[in-house]
C-alpha cells in the first residue's frame, strides 16, 4: 500500500506542476493547427501568452505558498533539546555520488541549519531520516540521501555516536514512523524538527500521527517573500515557487485523506 501511494503520488505530482501545463497548451495549439483549427489554436495561444507573461512577472505562487510558510514561526525560542531531527530533500543524491562530494540544492538551508543546532546543542543526538523521493528509486535507490548526509555531518566532525541515519524512507510519513523506530525517544524528551518551512506543516502532522511527542517545528529554507520584492522578470523562480505551492496543498489534503 505505502508503495502504491508513493508512485500515485509522483504521478499526480507531475501533472500539477505548471510547466507540464504549458507542455500540454503547446500539444493542443500544435493539434490545433494540424487539424485545420485555426480558431481554438489561436485562442489557446492567447491564454497561454497572457499567462505566461503574468508567471514570468508577478510572483503569484507567493499567494498559495506564504500561508503554509508562515504556520510556525522562524527561529522560536528553545529550552532544552534531547533530539535533533532533519529531513532529507536539501541534497542532490546523484550529483553527489557522481562527484564525489555533497551537492547541495536549493533546501540546502536544512543542512546548514541542522549543522548550526547540533553544535548549539552538544548533547543533543541527530536523527537525519531519507532515503530517496525520486520515482526511479521505487524498487530501491542506489544512492541515498542518508549515506550522503552521513559523510557530509562526519567530514564536519560531528561524533559518529551522536548520530543516527535512517535511509529506508521515500516520502514524508516514511520519514516519521521509520524515525521514531530508529531514534526511541525517550517519554518527554524535546526534539527540534528541521526542514523547509513549504514542508513543514505536511511534516509535524506526520510526525505527531507517528507518535512523535515533544516536536518543536524549526523551518528552514523559505520560497517566499514580501509581494512588491518579487515583482519583475523571472519566469523560471515563479513557476517552481507556484508548482511547490499546488503541490504542498494538495498534499496536505491527501495527507489528511489517507491518515499520514
Do not use: C
Request: glycine share 10%; no cysteine; hydrophobic share 50%.
Amino acid at each position: 500500500m505505502d508503495t502504491a501511494f508513493f508512485v500515485l503520488s509522483k504521478l499526480v505530482s507531475a501533472f500539477l506542476r505548471p510547466d507540464t501545463w504549458i507542455v500540454v497548451a503547446l500539444a493542443v495549439i500544435l493539434l490545433a493547427f494540424a487539424t485545420n483549427k485555426r480558431r481554438l489554436g489561436f485562442w489557446v495561444s492567447g491564454l497561454s501568452f497572457a499567462g505566461l507573461f503574468l508567471l514570468a512577472v508577478l510572483p503569484l505562487g507567493d499567494l498559495l505558498l506564504r500561508p503554509i510558510e508562515t504556520r510556525y514561526p522562524a527561529e522560536p525560542e528553545l529550552g532544552d533539546m534531547q533530539g535533533i531531527i532533519l529531513l532529507g530533500g536539501g541534497e542532490n543524491a546523484r550529483a553527489s555520488a557522481f562527484w564525489g562530494q555533497l551537492q547541495l540544492n536549493e533546501g540546502g538551508e536544512r543542512y546548514t541549519a541542522a549543522l548550526a543546532l547540533t553544535r548549539g546543542f552538544p548533547d543533543a543526538q541527530l536523527v537525519f531520516a531519507g532515503g530517496s523521493g525520486t520515482l526511479r528509486d521505487a524498487a530501491g535507490a542506489e544512492v541515498t540521501e542518508a549515506a550522503m548526509a552521513e559523510r557530509f555531518f562526519l567530514s564536519q566532525g560531528i561524533n559518529p555516536d551522536r548520530m543516527m541515519f535512517e535511509g529506508q524512507s521515500r516520502n514524508t510519513a516514511e520519514n516519521a514512523r521509520l524515525s521514531l523506530a530508529l531514534a526511541e525517544p525517550a517519554p518527554g524528551a524535546n526534539w527540534l524538527l528541521v526542514t523547509s518551512a513549504f514542508h513543514m506543516p505536511r511534516a509535524m502532522r506526520s510526525f505527531e500521527r507517528a507518535g512523535w511527542a515533544g516536536l518543536t517545528a524549526w523551518p528552514v529554507d523559505y520560497r517566499t517573500a514580501r509581494f512588491g520584492d518579487r515583482i519583475g522578470w523571472n519566469l523560471t523562480r515563479n513557476l517552481d515557487v507556484l508548482a511547490i505551492g499546488i503541490r504542498e496543498h494538495v498534499g496536505q489534503v491527501a495527507y489528511r485523506m489517507t491518515g499520514r
